[in-house]
């Protein structure tokens, strides 16, 4: 059974950073799309940053050159970094992943088959 549990929210000023984290406990396949997604109050779901096995990754144009995605796979664990944070941000961030089989994008468009249960990040002006 796949898991993915996110920690590392919580609540920062306007221009500071976090760091998120989502360790993944029983997936057993070695290629993967696995990604960050974010809803805000009201808002829809989206895609935030997403890294494939092949360390291939995308971000959401709103947050390019602010946050980094990226994945230590001797610990099986996924982090964001998120820099010069904006109101903007404030969300419940969830951890994602599904199998990535090389022959198309790991954007936040693919549906998700597994998903962490989230993690609230709010950010003050």
């Known amino acids: 059974q796949v898991q993915l549990v996110e920690s590392g929210g919580g609540s920062v000023q306007a221009g500071g950073s976090l760091r998120l984290s989502c360790a993944a406990s029983?997936?057993?396949?070695?290629?993967?799309?696995m990604g960050w997604f974010r809803q805000a109050p009201g808002k829809e779901r989206e895609g935030v940053a997403l890294i494939d096995s092949d360390g291939g990754t995308s971000y959401a144009d709103s947050v390019q050159g602010r946050f980094t995605i990226s994945k230590d796979n001797a610990e099986n664990t996924l982090y964001l970094q998120m820099n010069s944070l904006k109101p903007e941000d404030t969300a419940m961030y969830y951890c994602?992943?599904?199998?990535?089989?090389?022959?198309?994008?790991?954007?936040?468009?693919?549906?998700?088959?597994?998903w962490g249960k989230g993690t609230l990040v709010t950010i003050s002006s």
């Open positions: 994602a992943a599904t199998y990535w089989g090389g022959n198309w994008y790991c954007s936040g468009n693919v549906p998700m088959d597994y």
């Open positions: 029983g997936y057993t396949y070695r290629r993967y799309c």
